[in-house]
């Protein structure tokens, strides 16, 4: 079975600082994707990054990076220059060899102007 | 192009009741999926089509039933409404291996 974890069910941050929004998986299959999703108060569901299981180097979409520690199933997010539009439930989410998407319960990030 | 589109975007229900909430997607996925979110939860599979004519059972299946007549169509089915069923209900599409395109979800308040 597959699982995700989102210990933090909520955090906050200043204006233009960085957090880190931490998530841990299990899983017994050897490739796999990770990923993160955003969902604002809209409920869209929208992809911030994703993360292949058998490439080393972390995923980097602007703003936003992961920290990828595969031996220890650790799958963090990093926002920098935090902005107040990043305000939202941020959802990792785990996909192995099936279709089937796992998800995490969430993290609601406050941003503080 | 509209991405995934559901119909309709808030429904209540007695219980009993039945419906159906219709997923389309103009992209030519291969792939549908149907989900639900309850307060505190992620995102929970209900079923998902591999494609046209195809269905599978996801996490939580009971109570729903799905339909792929055409490939741009994903109808999610209640036959008789229960409270429990009360949520937010969310269709998804994608080709193999790609994330997941979500649609904007459907609230649904079951009485």
Known sequence: ?113 | NAGVTQTPKFRVLKTGQSMTLLCAQDMNHEYMYWYRQDPGMGLRLIHYSVGEGTTAKGEVPDGYNVSRLKKQNFLLGLESAAPSQTSVYFCASSRPVEPRRFGPGTRLLVL
Do not use: H
């Open chain 1, 1 to 113: 079975a597959q699982t995700v974890t989102q210990s933090q069910p909520e955090m906050s941050v200043q204006e233009a600082e960085t957090v880190t929004l931490s998530c841990t998986y299990d899983t017994s299959e050897s490739d796999y994707y990770l990923f993160w999703y955003k969902q604002p108060p809209s409920r869209q569901m929208i992809l911030v990054i994703r993360q292949e299981a058998y490439k080393q180097q972390n995923a980097t979409e602007n703003r936003f990076s992961v920290n990828f520690q595969k031996a220890a199933k650790s799958f963090s997010l990093k926002i920098s220059d935090s902005q107040l539009g990043d305000a939202a439930m941020y959802f990792c989410a785990l996909r192995g060899g099936s279709e089937k998407l796992v998800f995490g319960k969430g993290t609601k990030l406050t941003v503080n102007p």
